[in-house]
Each structure stands twice: as C-alpha cells, then as structure tokens.
C-alpha cells in the first residue's frame, strides 16, 4: 500500500446530510477505511420513518467507494446503535430498551441474545460495525453522561454482560466495539464538551473501570474505543485517547486487536487539538483507527506529513493500518453478516423489559393501580405509547392515582407513581409511595410497564446501581 493508502485505512470519517454521493468520492480519493453513519444522514419516509431500503443503498454505495481502488476486504460502515438514548436507527427497527436493562435482569443469555438480534437487523441493511456495547461501569447520579448507557454500577456484572452481548453481535457477524476505555462511567464531565480528569489510581482503575476492558480482552473482542478521558496517573493532561500510556496500559491487558478513537469531533479534542492536530497525535500515541475526525482531508494530509518528517514513526501507520485490515480480513471470513427483518425483534425487546423492569416502592404482588390513571412528565411519544399500553390491559386514561414519567435528565417528581423510563436515579428523592425503574421508552417498555402496574404480572428487576437509599439489588424480584 503507498502512504496515501496506509493513512486512509486509519481513518473512519463522517458526513453531514444526505448526499452520499460526495462523501463517497471522498471516501475514494483519499483510500478512507468506510464511513460511520450518523443521525442526519439517515434517509427517512414521508411518515418519518426510516427508509430501509434507501438506507441499505446509501450503505452498498459506500461500502463500494472503498474498495474503488482494488482493495479485496471490505470497507467498515459503522453506526452507533446501543438501544435507549443512543440509537441512530428507530422504527420500523426494532427500539430496544436501554443497555442498562440487562443489568437489571441480571441475565447474560438475554444480552447474549438481544446484542444477536440487535445486530441481525443492522446487518441486513448493510452495516458490518456498531459502536457498542457501552462496558463503563456507571457511579450513579455523579455520572452525567454515561447513566442508564451502561449495564450496571457493578464491575464484574457490566463485564460478564458486556462479553456476552459482544458475543451476540459477533455470532451475527458485527463487529462490536467496547467502549470507552479507561471508563467514563465514573467522570463528572462529558466528554462530548470538555475533557474529563479521571483522578483515580491504577490500583482503583483496575479493580473496578478496567474489569470490562480486560473481560473484553480475555474474550478476544476485536475492537475496543478509547474515551477523551485524562487519567493523571497515567498521561496529565492528556486525554486517554491521545496518551502513549493509555494505550501502553491497554496493550499490558493482553489487547491484540485494534484500539480506535473516540469521535474526534467532540469538544474535548477540539478545544484543545485545534486543525486536525489530534490525528497524528493518537496514531503516534497507539491509536489504529481515527473515528470522525472534524475535516477528514485535513487530518489525512496531517498523517502523511506527520510521518513524512518522521515526528509519526512509519512502522507505527504500518501497524495501525496491518490491525484495522486483518480485522477487517477476518470479519470478511465469517460471510456476510446475518439479515433480520426490521422490527423483527420486537418480541425480544418487550421481554428484555420485562425481565428488567424494577419495582423500588409499593407493592410486589397484584395491582399497583386501580382501573383509570391520570398519567404526566415524559414526552407526548411517551404519554401516547403509555395510553396505548394501558388501553391494551383495561386501564383507562383521565382519572384516578397520578403517575409521572420522568425521563433522561428530569428532575425527582412528586407522583403517586413515579417511573424512571432512563436513569434511576431520579427516584432517590421523588415523593411517590410507588416507584418503578423502566430504563427504556420503546412501545414494548410501556406494555411491560403497564402488565405490571395492572397486576398482571410481578417485576423481577433488580436495581443495578445504588439510588439513594435504595441499594444494588433492591427490588421485588
């Protein structure tokens, strides 16, 4: 491969609307690894859907634009799709509740499962990567911007699921990406704005945000995302992403395959690494593969001349771009990935929910409501889908006991049912004699949701992180 080429294969860019077509030329031109696909560049219907099979053409045509220049494997099309908050694909896919959900049910086999099923359909519109699972262990409240995205407050618990549903993506032929090391779980700043310091020592970091990451590893996952984190006890002032030292540490774990970056388009990079400055510093410090950096000609001219006047060691482009095409190689072996229906995972969605679905307050067994409800908080989606789920198991909609939806970021509520459909964490201080952790808004959250506040059914769910008072494993399951 010519240098060109070497420093294309490093980078994973993005693009802004929906002209594909341009970006695919771009992806051509400068011999770019593929392309992650972001919220506006999703095709959408008349009923502001997705358009699946618009979006399964803007896929091929990309995937096509990377091997233009005779190259045999093939080219990555990523997206981020976690399920809850983080999914840029929605119906008619299959919306799947909130990753921490499968802490809350406390079953791998479910993950296992759902990170099968979930990968299934992005395969069958063309997608052979997807930025996930979240394995950050969450600290609680003090976490703004992980919450409910990661498995469980509980180190080992967060690594057995996290291995298990990468496991699923991987026997449906995704490749999953296990993020963020060296763990935003337990920062107080998002990264998505300015750098976070993680103040903790090694010893701290390894018995508790490092646990995943070497579960990750043992496994044999093949991609593992480095956060815009500063860990003083490695780099100062560095982020983890940009630092010698992390990636040092996590190639110690045992780590073969290929470290990627995350979004270098996130203000913590930005604001400090002004230009595209950033990419030759993380491929310099250890990095394989550039993730979205803000002008991708720029970064890639920064490369070749990085390495050009040496200040980027040649063999290190060489090894970065060896592991980001033998991974890719290797993907290519397996055969195409598996193709789902969209919304074929519906079923598994709801009984996902069900299975986490966590009662903190008020009754375990029969109805925790009478026949009609007034229902508040949340959005209008979230109010119609709960009246539809009422509707479904006889309860009306207008009067009686009030329950408040209290979503991502809301404050506590007073209610006579509270119901956390994120994060727990607001339930700690609501007043409600009744309180109930959803982790997730899909239609198919609401149904089990409502079986349970009919009587229907219990809620097995045991909280996965401390809320409060109420302890890790508090719940009528």
């Given at each position: 491969m010519t240098l060109e080429q070497k420093a294309g294969q490093v980078l994973l860019p993005f693009y802004t609307g929906l002209d594909e077509k341009s970006h695919a030329a771009t992806v051509q031109r400068l011999h770019l690894a593929g392309s992650i696909i972001m919220g506006d560049n999703v095709p959408k219907t008349a009923e502001g859907q997705v358009d699946t099979a618009a979006m399964a053409a803007v896929a091929a045509r990309l995937k096509g634009s990377t091997q233009a220049d005779?190259?045999?494997?093939p080219g990555l099309i990523g997206i981020d799709q976690e399920g809850g908050l983080v999914a840029r694909l929605r119906a008619p896919l299959t919306e799947w509740p909130a990753p921490m959900s499968y802490g809350a049910a406390g079953n791998p086999a479910l993950a296992g499962e759902t990170g099968k099923a979930l990968a299934s359909e992005l395969g069958g519109l063309g997608f052979n990567v997807d930025f996930a699972p979240d394995m950050d262990v969450t600290a609680g409240p003090q976490d703004p911007t992980i919450g409910a995205r990661s498995m469980?407050?509980?180190p080992d618990a967060a690594a057995g699921l996290g291995v298990a549903f990468s496991q699923g993506m991987l026997a449906a032929g995704m490749l999953p990406t296990v993020k963020h090391f060296p763990g935003h779980g337990s920062v107080t700043v998002d990264?998505?704005?300015?750098?976070?310091?993680?103040n903790a020592t090694l010893d701290q970091l390894r018995n508790r945000d490092w646990k995943p990451f070497q579960a990750a590893v043992g496994a044999g996952l093949p991609m593992i995302m480095t956060g815009h984190i500063a860990v003083p006890a490695l780099e100062p002032g560095v982020p983890a992403s940009l630092s010698k030292q992390s990636y040092a540490a996590l190639r110690a774990m045992g780590f073969k395959g290929v470290a990627v970056t995350d979004a270098l388009n996130m203000g913590a990079i930005?604001?400090?690494f002004p230009g595209e400055s950033a990419a030759p510093l993380a491929l310099g410090a250890g990095a394989d593969l550039l993730l979205m950096p803000g002008d991708v000609a720029q970064a890639h001219a920064s490369i070749i001349t990085a390495v050009k006047a040496g200040t980027v060691p040649a063999a290190r482009l060489d090894e970065a771009a060896t592991r980001v095409v033998t991974m890719l190689i290797w993907r290519a072996r397996a055969g195409a990935p598996q193709s789902a229906a969209p919304g074929s995972g519906s079923a598994l969605s709801q009984r996902t929910s069900a299975a986490a679905l966590t009662v903190l307050a008020g009754p375990c067994h029969g109805p925790m409501v009478p026949g009609s409800v007034r229902v508040a908080g949340g959005s209008e989606q979230d109010r119609a889908r709960f009246a539809a789920a009422a509707k479904a198991v006889g309860i009306g909609i207008g009067d009686g006991p009030l329950v408040r939806l209290i979503g991502y970021q809301d404050p506590p509520a007073a209610a006579d049912v509270a119901v956390a459909l994120d994060a727990p964490w607001p339930l700690a201080d609501s007043a409600a004699p009744a309180k109930v952790a959803?982790?997730?808004?899909?239609?198919e959250a609401f149904n089990a949701l409502l079986t349970v506040l009919a009587g229907k059914r219990t809620a097995p769910g045991k909280l996965p992180a401390a809320v409060g008072h109420y302890a890790p494993g508090a719940g009528c399951g």
């Open positions: 005779g190259r045999t494997w469980s407050g509980n990264s998505h704005e300015n750098m976070p310091v993680q930005q604001k400090q959803l982790y997730g808004r899909s239609q």
